[in-house]
């Protein structure tokens, strides 16, 4: 059975940082592209990071560049995401996901697989 589970949200002030992890089971993500997107409360899915199958090429929308890292560990089956400089736009639902292409910033469209979610909060 396919799964994608997340963890590592949770609450944090204007500036802060977080890092989010998803484990894979069922399937091995070496064969996948992957990556993250977020639902903002009232607002479209997003997507904010991919990384190709070979991870050596990453790609953000504007909106997070420069400040999310996202990362795999293929033995560990994990998926990670390093968010720096945190803003209130931040806030959301974020899923990890498995993509059909990396070759740009992540669409919906191109989702494979995908977790539960973990809530990002970010506020003063």
């Known amino acids: 059975q396919v799964q994608l589970v997340e963890s590592g949200g949770g609450f944090v002030r204007p500036g802060g940082s977080l890092r989010l992890s998803c484990v894979a089971s069922?399937?091995?993500?070496?064969?996948?592209?992957i990556g993250w997107f977020r639902q903002p409360p009232g607002k479209e899915r997003e997507g904010v990071a991919c990384?190709?199958?070979?991870?050596?090429?990453?790609h953000y929308p504007d909106s997070v560049k420069n400040r999310f890292i996202v990362s795999r560990d293929n033995a560990k089956n994990m998926m990670y995401l390093q968010m720096n400089s945190l803003e209130s736009e931040d806030t959301g639902v974020y899923y990890c996901?498995?993509?059909?292409?990396?070759?740009?910033?992540?669409?919906?469209?191109?989702?494979?697989?995908w977790g539960q979610g973990t809530q990002v909060t970010v506020s003063s």
């Open positions: 996901a498995t993509f059909r292409q990396c070759a740009g910033p992540p669409s919906n469209n191109d989702m494979e697989y």
């Open positions: 069922g399937f091995h993500i070496d064969r996948h592209h």
């Open positions: 990384a190709s199958i070979s991870g050596d090429s990453t």
